[in-house]
C-alpha cells in the first residue's frame, strides 16, 4: 500500500503468518528495509486493544513479501487474526524527506552513484568521482535551489525492456532496479530527475524544506561520500 501511497500512516490488515523472522499480513503500510532506506517501525493493534510493537520491517523469502519484526517480549498474533497498523509517520516522514532530497542531490552531484543510506535523522549518498569535485557549500546551495523549485512528484512505470533500452536512467550501480515483475518503477521529478526507484517519497519537493551538508569524505577509491540532514 505504501507503494500507491506513501501518506497512509494506519490501515487495517489480516495475519497470514507468524514466521521466525516475522508477522506477514496480507496487505501493508509499512516499508520493508530496501533501497538504502531503512524498515518501517510502528505499533499494530489487536482487536483487544493489545499492542504489538514493531521494531523493524525486512523483505520475505517471496516477491513482494514483507515482514514485521516485533520487538523482544511482544505477543505474537495468530493467523487470521485482523490487526490495526500504525506507522511511527515522524519518523517514516524524515525518512521520505531525506530520500527524495537525494533524488535531489544525484542531480548536482553529477557522477556515478555507488552506494547510499537512508535514516530518520540523516542520509548519504556515495560517488565515483574525484574529491576535489566535491563543494559542501555548492553541494548544499545548488540542491536547496531545486527544492526551492517546488514542483510534484510522480511515479512512473515503465516495461523492463525500455528501461533496457535507456541505461543512462540507472544511476546507482550498487542498487539496480528490481527485474522480473515486466516492470520497473521510476520516480520523476519534473525537470530534475527520472530514475527507477521502490522507496518512499513526498508529494512535492517543498516538503524536503532544505538540506544541510553534514560531511564529505573518502571511503575508498570508488565510494566518496557525501552526507546530508534536512536544514530543520
Ligand atoms: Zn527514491
Not at 537525494?102 to 565515483?128: E, Q, Y
Request: net charge neutral; aromatic share 4%; proline share 6%.
Amino acid at each position: 500500500m505504501f507503494r500507491e501511497d506513501a501518506y497512509l500512516k494506519t490501515a487495517s490488515a489480516c495475519v497470514l503468518a507468524v514466521h521466525e523472522r516475522g508477522i506477514e499480513l496480507d496487505r501493508t503500510i509499512f516499508y520493508p528495509l530496501g533501497g538504502g532506506q531503512q524498515g518501517d517501525t510502528g505499533v499494530f493493534f489487536r482487536e483487544s486493544g493489545e499492542r504489538i510493537a514493531i521494531g523493524d520491517t525486512r523483505k520475505g523469502d517471496a516477491i513482494d513479501s514483507v515482514l514485521h519484526v516485533p520487538l523482544p517480549g511482544m505477543p505474537r498474533p495468530e493467523p487470521g487474526e485482523m490487526v490495526t497498523l500504525e506507522i511511527d509517520w515522524e519518523r517514516r516522514y524524515s525518512l521520505m524527506r531525506l530520500h527524495t532530497a537525494l533524488h535531489v542531490m544525484s542531480c548536482v552531484v553529477v557522477a556515478p552513484v555507488t552506494g547510499g543510506n537512508i535514516s530518520p535523522d540523516k542520509a548519504r549518498l556515495d560517488f565515483d568521482i574525484d574529491m576535489s569535485l566535491l563543494d559542501a557549500g555548492k553541494i548544499e546551495r545548488e540542491t536547496n535551489q531545486l527544492i526551492a523549485r517546488g514542483v510534484a512528484t510522480e511515479t512512473v512505470w515503465i516495461a523492463d525492456e525500455e528501461l533496457d533500452a535507456r541505461p543512462e536512467l540507472v544511476k546507482t550501480m550498487s542498487v539496480q532496479p528490481p527485474r522480473g515483475a515486466g516492470r520497473v518503477r521510476l520516480l520523476r521529478i519534473p525537470g530534475i530527475d527520472l530514475q527507477p526507484c521502490g522507496g518512499t517519497h513526498v508529494k512535492n519537493i517543498a516538503e524536503i524544506g532544505g538540506i544541510r551538508v553534514l560531511k564529505i569524505r573518502s571511503e575508498g577509491k570508488r565510494n566518496k561520500r557525501v552526507e546530508i540532514a534536512l536544514a530543520a
